[in-house]
Structure formats: C-alpha cells, structure tokens
C-alpha cells in the first residue's frame, strides 16, 4: 500500500551509541508505533545513527523532508555525548543556547546552586523551537518544525509523548483484520496472495508465519483505511484460505 498525498506520514531517528552497540535495547520504537497507529499516522521509516554529528544532521535533515514528522529519541542529556540539541538545531540552520524557560523547568527539580555546566546543558534549545514538558525529571524535549525531539529513557519519552500527542494532525485510523491459515504453509498461497494484493491498491496484505501454544501457524493480516476495501480483499483472503484448507 503506498502512500497518498493526505497522508499523515511519520519517521522515528533512534540517536546513541548505546543503542547500536546492544548496551541499551530499544524501547521506544514500539510505543511510539503504537501511538501513531491509533492516531491515523503512519510510520514509515525508522532509523538508528550514532553519536556523531554529521550523521545525525544527515538523517534529521533527510526524513524531516520526507515525512509530515518525524520523532528523535535519546541524544538530551546532560553529558559530553549528548549532541542532539545541537545537531538539530545546525540541521535546521539556527542558534542554540540556554533557554530561560527550560532553565526555569529545571529550578522546578534543582537549587539554583546545583545547575552547573553539565545540567545547563539539558537547557539549551534551538533558536525557535517550542518546549515539550516533562513532569519527571523537568528537563524538557522540544519541537521545531515537524521535529519532535524527545528522550531516551522509556519512561520519560512516553511522558513527552503524551504531552505533544494532542497538537499533532492525525488521519483515518488503520483498521485490520486477520484470516488464519493454519495448517496451510505460505508457499501454497504466496502466489495467489500477490494476485489479491495486486487487485487491491488501497489495502495492505501481509503473511506472519509464528510459533503458537497450539503449533506452527500462518496469519494473514490485512490492513486499510477503507472500510470497503478492507471488507472485499479480507473476503478474497478468506476463500483462499478456504479453498486450500478443503
């Protein structure tokens, strides 16, 4: 199923060392699908980059022009390596420095003595860009454009997800259905299973082989915006299966 133009389109950049190293397994990928999925968004391309800033610019710049979003995670922390804030701000071509409202934040959570260098650093911001809260540890993500900049730590980002959610453009929401094909294996349907594909532009279609409680089994997942749509190839799906299961 390709994209159409009143699509409300979505990419996830993955920024830190740790995450490409195995040190850190991901969290926030899936939650964030999860999300944009209930509100009509599709998510169309993640990606993982290091600590490293030309990388990072690169892939900024790149999926924020081919996406109505796109979301970071990790890279605002308070140490050396945390280069995110940076990084967007030169993809975007403004300044950055601290910003009085994220310093006021950070008060919320620490005396005025104990913001040194390292925790002043959570409060520099892109020239331009809106704050996004974070009622846990007060240092906030930020958005500028259609660049939503968030945190790593699963708990925090969930939380600065929950803040933007209601400010973006969302789209119909994706329905599916699934036809099990248990017992069938996928080389006795993949061709058949393409044909109905080809017939139904507006519907994605999708085999998912997977081990169960009851043994080795097929699922068929079909997925449109279109209620009709799904509805004729979910019948078409239906009687392939039927057929090959007589």
Do not use: W
């Amino acid at each position: 199923m390709s994209a159409t133009p009143d699509m409300v389109t979505a990419s996830i950049l993955v920024i830190g060392d740790e995450i490409l190293s195995g040190r850190t397994k991901d969290k926030n990928i899936g939650t964030i699908a999860d999300y944009l999925t209930a509100a009509g968004i599709d998510l169309r391309e993640v990606r993982i980059v290091p600590d490293e800033e030309d990388r990072i610019v690169e892939a900024v710049n790149a999926l924020r022009e081919r996406y109505t979003y796109l979301f970071t995670t990790g890279g605002i922390g308070p140490t050396h390596d945390d280069i995110t804030a940076d990084c967007v701000a030169k993809a975007f071509g403004v300044g950055i420095d601290i910003d009085e409202r994220a310093r006021a934040m950070l008060l919320e959570r620490h005396k005025p003595e104990d913001l040194n260098e390292a925790r002043l650093r959570m409060a520099r911001i892109p020239f331009g860009a809106d704050l996004i809260a974070n009622p846990i540890s007060k240092a906030p993500g930020f958005r500028i454009g259609n660049v939503i900049v968030m945190a790593g730590v699963p708990a925090i980002m969930q939380a600065m997800l929950d803040a933007v959610g209601p400010t973006l453009k969302g789209g119909a929401a994706m329905q599916s259905m699934t036809v099990e094909a248990k017992g069938i294996p996928e080389g006795n349907y993949a061709g058949d299973l393409g044909e109905i594909a080809k017939r139904h532009g507006e519907v994605s279609i999708g085999s998912y082989p997977m081990m169960t409680p009851e043994g080795f089994r097929n699922r068929i997942v079909v997925r449109s915006r279109d209620a009709s749509a799904l509805a004729a190839a979910q019948e078409e799906v239906e009687a392939l299966v039927a057929r090959l299961s007589a």
